[in-house]
């Protein structure tokens, strides 16, 4: 069995593209044959991951696995017309390789609800897929409803518990670790969704009362003038601690070091972020935006002062423990099982 993930792939570090690289990775560590093509603006060198460019690029590079009969799964967004680009171009026909889609953004249901187009253009890209893989509910109900047949997709979190492996700790959180109590950390991101204003606001409300509280904050976007001009507002700048862009090992470190990890997103898919600190036994705290993980400290999405106030019960109570999901062996037997059909189909066809 051969399997090509196809998806972003780190640099940078956002949701699909750690889950493309944990699930490759746990597909290498069983012995499986896997590749990666990278889509998205990595470039850093990594074994069996191909950077492609171009759109003429990717066909070339595609029609080749194709032709050798992989197992294809592809990872996108689902929530703009490039996904939705992608999701046709790699599900054209092509017996000889199973396709597989998952679709992973919380912003998915909005997109296919605002256009009748959009909708319809989203039945036929994934027509060519064998299996349909939503990150909720949610996005399982918004294909239904655009007329993907239910049996075709199976809802599952896309997160790889085994792959949850903190990297060591800088000299740059050991250093808020410890002038801050409490440490509590934020994945932040330019984007209005990310919520950088409500978990300002809050901060403002926990220092009142914690003066000595600290919000770390990791991801792109931490050093531009917005940013600066929020925390000026919000009179939160003494309280920051600005990592900037962290290796994800790095950033898991950050996760296990601090005391409660806080995701104020006003719209969000499966969050893995939320997920890997429950996975690490920390106090996770996120909005209401969509459904979270049992162990969540929920907050409604947008409130700051409800923000604050779960922030004071989750550093109060501590971390609920709960089991964590893993999509490896799921997505492992699915390959087995699609790549057995099409074997048995072949034999079906030569004997006839």
Not at 48 to 64: E, I, M, N, Y
Not at 191 to 214: C, K, Q, T
Not at 223 to 238: H, I, K, Q, T, Y
Request: with cysteine; proline share 8%.
């Amino acid at each position: 069995m051969r399997v090509l993930l196809v998806g972003d792939y780190p640099p940078p570090h956002g949701g699909v593209a750690i889950h493309v690289q944990q699930l490759h990775r746990f597909l290498r560590e069983r012995g499986v044959e896997a590749k990666v093509l990278d889509i998205g603006k990595g470039g850093r060198p990594a074994p069996d991951v191909t950077p492609v460019r171009s759109l003429a690029q990717f066909g070339l590079r595609l029609a080749g696995f194709l032709s050798a009969g992989w197992t294809v799964h592809v990872h996108t967004s689902g929530n703009n017309p490039k996904s939705w680009m992608l999701a046709v171009a790699a599900g054209l026909p092509a017996p000889r390789s199973p396709r597989l889609i998952t679709l992973h953004s919380g912003v998915l249901p909005d997109f296919l609800a605002a256009s009748s187009a959009h909708r319809a253009f989203a039945r036929a890209a994934l027509v060519g897929y064998s299996q349909v893989i939503a990150v909720s509910e949610a996005v399982k109900g918004a294909l239904v409803g655009c007329g993907v047949p239910a049996g075709k997709i199976l809802v599952h979190p896309a997160f790889c518990a085994s792959q949850v492996r903190p990297g060591l700790v800088t000299d740059a959180v050991e250093r808020a670790r410890t002038r801050r109590k409490p440490l509590l950390a934020m994945a932040h991101h330019p984007s209005p969704i990310y919520g950088r204003m409500v978990m300002f606001r809050a901060l403002r409300l926990i220092a009142d009362e914690l003066p000595e509280v600290g919000l770390a904050v990791f991801g792109p976007g931490t050093r531009s003038p917005e940013f600066a001009r929020d925390a000026r507002e919000a009179r939160v700048a003494a309280h920051l601690e600005d990592l900037g862009e962290l290796e994800h090992e790095e950033a898991l470190a950050l996760l296990s070091r601090c005391d409660a990890f806080v995701r104020p997103t006003t719209h969000d898919g499966d969050a893995i972020s939320v997920r890997e600190a429950l996975a690490l036994g920390v106090p996770c705290v996120a909005s209401d935006a969509c459904a979270r993980p049992e162990g969540t400290y929920l907050f409604r999405a947008g409130h700051a002062p409800d923000l604050a106030q779960r922030v004071r019960q989750a550093l109060a109570q501590g971390p609920v423990s709960v089991a964590s999901p893993d999509a490896g062996p799921v997505m492992l037997g699915l390959y087995e099982e699609l790549s057995a059909s099409r074997l048995g189909s072949a034999r079906s066809r030569v004997a006839s």
